[in-house]
């Protein structure tokens, strides 16, 4: 009888290449489990997407280790091949905020055994232009963080490093002038920050993106920040994003299944904490359930 065939993607370098000390012990998880295992570690950022959309057909399923831009990269990779197969993720980067969002165990081997004993999930996806993400389209202060700031320091502090390297940039805030169409409305306005979310968590911190979250009903939770007139405004922002408080004058929240934005000039944009391009136009759709992933659940 042919055994199932397992394309494991690995990057040797994410969070604190803990992947290193686990390796062994999670190939030999996916073996005990049933599966022929074909691993290949990553050697330079986007490789994984060819890795994944190139693969053979043979392959009854893939499994990613990294952080969320590794899952980034997989998923990509997944949706731009012919054959689409489940997804097992094993989180090891230094936040991993959609792992926390599908309740992924944070101990690697135990994340292994739920791919074996886990169910699937599916997940709703974004487009983004041509391009996609799995949970975070963003743009605005704060954002370029994760793509600037060295992985050393991510390995050492953690997302804590996010808000450091945020701190130093914030006295220099410039907005951003967009035109924002969805559901037959038009927001015009000056923003400092825009995320477009399919998440609960993001750099790190639970329940940022609003109320009833869901990942699987079609729709991305919309926050955009609008820019403050004087600093008084800046810190009752500053104190609604601690809060949780998601709904105040200063911010636009809405729920949506596709949006435009339009600028007068480029904006940089990160998609799932990586550098996405600069843009002065952009659609985002929702892929309903585009995605079936593996989550901690009996089968």
């Known amino acids: 009888m042919r055994k199932p065939k397992m394309l494991f993607v690995y990057n ?22 049933g599966y022929e295992v074909t691993a290949y570690p990553t050697q330079a950022a986007g490789e994984a997407v060819d890795i994944v959309r190139d693969r ?27 054959k689409q197969v489940p997804i097992g993720y094993i989180p090891a980067g230094s936040t991993n905020d959609f792992a926390n969002s599908i309740k992924l165990p944070k101990s ?13 999930f599916p997940c709703d996806v974004g487009a983004f232009n041509d391009d996609n993400f799995v949970y975070i389209a963003a743009f ?14 991510k390995n050492l502090l953690g997302h804590t490093a996010y808000i450091l390297e945020g701190v130093k940039s ?9 035109k ?5 409305e038009t927001i015009e306005d000056d923003f400092i920050f825009g995320m477009v979310t399919n998440s609960d968590s993001v750099g790190g911190f639970k329940k940022i993106t609003g109320k009833d979250v869901s990942l699987n009903d079609g729709v991305f939770e919309v926050t955009l920040i609008r820019m403050p007139k004087n600093p008084i405004e800046l810190s009752l922002i500053a104190a609604a994003l601690m809060n949780r408080d998601m709904n105040t004058e200063y911010m636009y929240c809405f729920k949506s299944a596709e949006i435009t934005f339009e600028s007068d000039r480029e904006v940089a944009w990160t998609l799932d904490g990586e550098f996405g391009g600069n843009h002065t136009k952009v659609t985002i759709k929702n892929c309903e359930k585009a995605m079936k992933i593996i989550v901690p659940g009996e089968k």
Do not use: W
Not at 170 to 178: C, L, Q, R, T
């Open 170 to 178: 914030i006295s220099a805030i410039k907005p951003f002038h967009f």
């Open 56 to 82: 053979e057909a043979v392959y009854d399923m893939v499994v990613c280790s990294g952080g969320d831009g590794t899952l980034d990269e997989v998923v990509t990779g997944m949706l731009k091949g012919e």
């Open 108 to 120: 690697m081997k135990k994340a292994a055994e739920v791919i074996i004993n886990g169910t699937l």
């Open 180 to 184: 924002v169409e969805h559901d037959g």
């Open 12 to 33: 040797p370098k994410a969070g604190k290449a803990q992947i290193r000390n686990h390796l062994l012990d999670i190939i030999n998880i996916f073996t005990v489990g």
């Open 140 to 153: 605005g202060l704060f954002t370029d963080v994760s793509y600037e700031t060295r992985q050393e320091m």
